[in-house]
């Protein structure tokens, strides 16, 4: 038997209601916020990523998925969001549109890296771009819209971690600051670390293994090297959360692992496994770097699978699944006629009705009708063709009544 890849997973219906769920919640919540949807191609070209991303990257480096079509171009498949948003953005000319410009997507990424808890290779993300604004406001403002998302998820026991990596130029210091803290100790380094010293040490805080990771400790912070512009953005940005009574806690440490940020980064956090449930923050300079005018921009992402699990962890009760309105059982070949007719007239008016389309005998029909969880049942004979009327049975508590049919 063929099974699926690893870091694959099959979305079975019984769980799928879940994902429509926090896909409507989201939805609703981003257009609220003036959000438009918007989907980008799978496919891109692998310059898009090299120069979007990074390509000192984990994603770019070691993580995407990348084939030659048969034009002989190289392909990757989509890794991540951003980059393709901003390159619909320009190759568009949404720039013509009222600033700031704000989108919004839902769609599968793709990266070869290790499974486990809440990481897949294919998984879906839930994200948000906002273009032209460099205002610290547009950050709280896309904290808010975080927020007010999973509030209404009923998603509990989240921390905000915020920090600002500065701009290119306040950045220019502290990765000379950087290197030299690193310099001593850089043969100890892992072989990819070693890649990303000259290029973009911060990279290198970002390294997942272990051993550099302890060699990290002690790093210069990055706070101590903004320039007045940014420690001013960053200053403004806490102050605005606290005025709206958003907790946060600054974790000099964020950095997160994509090149194109700049000034204000964050992760919402779960208090219960530690994991990341949505992240993102600015970058000002990405537009530019894909052949733009320069436009200051913030997103985020966050991947459905694991806010599916915390979500889950937080509404154990809540349940999804979709259960008959009516059952139309039939007693002979002239009441499966009309029952028929009847299941179609309910369907019309929006009513989940279902009736046997296998051939079971009437005890087959009502056992099925059961197990579907069917909220009433209703039988069909040649009296309740001839009266048209018939017997309702409400299967929870089996309280019966006569109805008029033709009312239904």
């Known amino acids: 038997m063929i099974q699926r890849l690893k870091g694959t997973r099959d979305i079975l219906p019984g769980e799928i209601a879940k994902w429509q769920y926090i896909e409507k919640i989201a939805k609703e ?63 568009n000319g949404m720039s013509s549109l009222p600033s700031p410009t704000k989108l919004w997507y839902a769609m599968p ?52 971690n915020i920090n600002s990596i500065g701009c290119k130029n306040c950045r220019k210091e502290y990765q000379e600051a950087l290197r030299n803290f690193i310099r001593p100790n850089l043969d100890k ?34 706070l101590d090297f903004l320039c ?12 605005s959360l606290s005025d709206l009574g958003i907790e946060f806690k600054v974790d000099s440490g964020i950095v997160r692992g994509l090149d194109y940020y700049t000034k204000t980064v964050f992760e919402f956090v779960s208090k219960i496994d530690g994991l990341t449930v949505v992240a993102g923050g600015r970058y000002d300079g990405l537009v530019e770097e894909l052949d733009g005018v320069p436009t200051p921009a913030i997103g985020f992402a966050s991947g459905v699978e694991r806010l599916l699990s915390i979500f889950e962890q937080n509404n154990p009760e809540m349940n999804f699944e979709k259960n008959p309105e009516y059952f139309i059982a039939y007693i002979g070949e002239n009441a499966n006629s009309y029952a028929t007719k009847l299941v179609s007239q309910l369907r019309d008016k929006g009513i989940y009705a279902e009736k046997d389309i296998v051939g079971r005998s009437l005890k087959a029909q009502l056992k099925f009708a059961d197990k579907k969880n069917a909220k009433y049942v209703i039988t069909i004979g040649d009296s309740e063709i001839e009266t048209e009327k018939a017997t309702r049975k409400e299967m929870e508590t089996g309280k019966e009544e006569e109805i008029d049919i033709r009312t239904l």
């Open 109 to 160: 990424m793709y990266r070869y890296e290790n499974v486990q808890k809440g990481r897949q290779r294919e998984f879906t993300q839930i994200g948000a771009e906002l273009f032209g604004s460099s205002s610290y406001m547009a950050d709280v403002e896309v904290i808010k819209m975080i927020m007010t998302l999973l509030d209404r998820l009923n998603i509990k026991d989240i921390e905000l």
């Open 29 to 91: 919540t981003f257009e609220q916020y003036g959000y438009d949807e918007i989907r980008v191609p799978v496919i891109e070209k692998i310059e898009l990523f090299q120069r979007g991303v990074g390509d000192t990257t984990d994603i770019v480096q070691k993580e995407m998925y990348v084939f030659e079509d048969k034009g002989e171009r190289t392909i990757a498949l989509r890794p991540e969001g951003t980059a393709g948003v901003v390159r619909a953005y320009l190759e």
């Open 228 to 239: 007045d512009e940014c420690k001013q953005h960053f200053e403004s940005f806490k102050n």
């Open 189 to 222: 380094h892992c072989d990819v670390c070693k890649t990303r010293f000259e290029k973009n040490p911060m990279r290198i805080l970002d390294c997942k293994e272990k051993e550099c990771k302890e060699l990290n400790k002690g790093a210069p912070c990055i």
